[in-house]
């Protein structure tokens, strides 16, 4: 069965850090991997998305990340956090069927001057 | 280009009434998807419609939550009788295709709707 964990609830940062969320996903064959973001007030924002080939993704944003397959990871980054980027981050699996996502529980950010 | 709309925001009801949430997809698109966050919990999937047809119910969680997209356009989950255990966030999402690991299309998220049940 797919699964997803994202083992950090909530994390601060300060802003101009670098910010690495974490993601561990369960799944039995070639995973279609993704993140989104949902600030304040809005709906889920797609970030980044893999599927196959390179295994590091960029996405919108300023954000990347990397597929690791012998981890079964899939950790989102980013060189210089802003201000803005507080926000609640999922990380997500397709299914093999195509029309769903198993999505994570979600890491809450939080940045500080 | 307009989102995904939800209404209401947000609803507060007693245990036992009747809510109805409402999504208005994106224009053109044929799949409408609703999902679930229940509080501290992951997002879990409800149901996908591909234009007024139930394409995928597995999600949902039993038969006091009816859902319909009448006309193939907006769609409504009604939640009835509402119980304590139903609170949480009610997200809606929107594509053009069904398929959401293929490349060139992506699932579009509403706000959700926060449903606190009393």
């Known amino acids: 069965a797919q699964s997803v964990t994202q083992p950090d609830i909530h994390i601060t940062v300060s802003e101009g850090a670098s910010l690495e969320l974490r993601c561990n996903y369960s799944y039995g064959a070639t995973p279609y991997l993704f993140w989104y973001v949902q600030s304040p007030g809005q709906g889920l924002q797609l970030l980044l998305k893999y599927f196959s080939g390179d295994t590091l993704v960029q996405g919108i944003k300023g954000f990347e990340a990397e597929f690791k397959r012998s981890q079964s990871s899939f950790n989102l980054r980013k060189p210089s956090v802003h201000w803005s980027d507080a926000a609640e981050y999922f990380c997500?699996?397709?299914?093999?069927?195509?029309?769903?996502?198993?999505f994570g529980t979600g890491t809450s950010l939080t940045v500080i001057p | 280009e307009a989102g995904v709309t939800q209404f209401p925001s947000h609803s507060v009801i007693e245990k036992g009434q009747t809510v109805t949430l409402r999504c208005d997809p994106i224009?053109?698109?044929?799949?409408l998807y609703w999902y679930r966050r229940v509080m501290g919990k992951e997002i879990k999937f409800l149901l996908h419609f591909v234009k007024e047809s139930k394409q995928d119910e597995s999600g949902m969680p039993n038969n006091r939550f009816l859902a319909e997209r009448t006309g193939g356009t907006y769609s409504t989950l009604k939640v009835q009788p509402a119980e304590l255990e139903d609170s949480g966030v009610y997200f809606c999402a929107s594509s053009q295709d069904w398929r959401v690991h293929v490349r060139n299309t992506e699932a579009f998220f509403g706000q959700g709707t926060r449903l606190t049940v009393v």
């Open positions: 224009s053109g698109h044929d799949n």
């Open positions: 997500a699996v397709g299914t093999l069927r195509g029309n769903q996502f198993y």
